[in-house]
């Protein structure tokens, strides 16, 4: 798994890529939890993940509540199919504010 | 059985890779098309990551064994370990509109496979637990009631 962060005001982006399984997930955890403690609304890019399991899925669902909690917008965008399925899985898909694409969550401010 | 595969890797979480790798591997080899193999992987690896964190609590040194095969038209995976023995509640879904972390696994695996159940020890491993999932060999996957395909 890989995982690259940086700062598109108003929001902090996190792309994550790979598998993100019960290995990796802490990682992708740590990255979350550690970017909402900026302040700042966070969209997580899930289109380069080509694998996810349920503790994957465990971490969003950590950072979407600590991120209500601290009144942030906490968005996933463009899950590819692997993550798609998890979601729809979990019941999530309709969870998480789930966007196209990065680019098109940006545009709109 | 027809076996696709039987081998015993380390309980450790870099392992897991390998693992749905194998099992991929074997279950390509038993004509499942790539949907019910997609399934099956997360499956396999929700149950192997059960193993790993809750039998042997991520404990070094440690193994678990995994079989694959066909058993006439159904997709058989046994998971062993020799670790802590699930409790009957650890096996229970929980209800999902309950928004927390963790919990999902055993949600996944109930809703992925057909049968689940936990064999009596032998051949050296104290727990055995049996997944299974009709198939159609011929290339469709056999549809689940009321199952949604990952």
């Known amino acids: 798994m890989n995982i690259e962060t940086r700062d598109s005001p108003p929001f902090r982006v996190i792309l994550l890529s790979g598998d993100v399984d019960l290995h990796s997930s802490p990682q992708a955890r740590q990255s979350i939890l550690d970017s909402l403690k900026t302040g700042k609304p966070l969209l997580v890019d899930l289109s380069g993940v080509s694998y996810m399991d349920s503790s994957g899925v465990a971490s969003l669902v950590e950072g979407y509540q600590t991120a209500r909690k601290q009144g942030l917008e906490f968005g996933l965008a463009a899950p590819a199919g692997p993550a798609m399925s998890v979601l729809k899985l979990a019941r999530l898909d309709k969870v998480f504010p789930i966007h196209a694409s990065l680019e098109e969550r940006l545009a709109r401010g | 059985m027809q076996p696709l595969l039987a081998r015993e890797f380390p309980a450790y979480t870099s392992a897991l890779t390998e693992i749905r ?91 992925l496979t057909d049968t689940m159940a936990y064999l009596l020890p032998g051949d050296g491993w104290q727990n055995r637990l049996r997944l299974g999932k009709r198939i159609d060999t011929t290339g469709a996957a056999a549809t689940s009631q009321g199952k949604e395909p990952a």
């Open chain 2, 21 to 111: 790798a194998a099992v991929r591997e074997a279950c390509l080899r038993s004509g499942c098309d790539e949907e019910t193999i997609a399934a099956w992987v997360l499956a396999v690896n929700e149950a192997c990551m059960n193993v790993i964190q809750h039998a042997y609590h991520f404990a070094e040194g440690q193994a678990l064994r995994i079989e694959v095969g066909l058993a006439g038209d159904e997709l058989v995976t046994l998971i062993c370990d020799n670790g802590i023995p699930a409790r009957i509640e650890d096996l229970q879904p929980r209800a999902l509109d309950d928004l927390r972390p963790g919990g999902l696994g055993v949600h996944f695996i109930r809703e």
